[in-house]
């Protein structure tokens, strides 16, 4: 049984910038498709960005696009997520996804494992 477990938490002034950390354990993530999801404040969870069984990359929106880059060391079974040119708009609990499906998607519905959550908090 795959599990996720988030790091890197943390508070955040604006235009800075922040690595989340995901490490995996029970199964090897090179065998996942894997991504990110956040949850803003009121709002539903929505897609950040993924990294295929097949090695594409997908980012969700232009402005993330921009700022967040998505890795993976498969030796360290960890999935990173690094954000740069951080704004208040990015403050949000984010979750490290994983699923055997062979592309990304932005549903969350689509993906079976979640880690518990990381708060990142932009403020000054």
């Known amino acids: 049984q795959l599990q996720l477990v988030e790091s890197g938490r943390g508070l955040v002034q604006p235009g800075g910038s922040l690595r989340l950390s995901c490490v995996a354990s029970g199964s090897v993530l090179d065998d996942y498709t894997i991504g990110w999801f956040r949850q803003a404040p009121g709002k539903e969870r929505e897609g950040v960005s993924c990294i295929s069984r097949r090695a594409v990359t997908e980012y969700y929106t232009d402005s993330i696009k921009a700022r967040f880059t998505i890795s993976r060391d498969n030796a360290k079974n960890t999935l990173y997520l690094e954000i740069n040119s951080l704004e208040p708009e990015d403050t949000a609990v984010y979750f490290c996804?994983?699923?055997?499906?062979?592309?990304?998607?932005?549903?969350?519905?689509?993906?079976?494992?979640w880690g518990q959550g990381t708060q990142v908090t932009v403020s000054s």
């Open positions: 996804v994983a699923d055997k499906r062979p592309w990304c998607s932005s549903s969350p519905g689509a993906f079976v494992y």
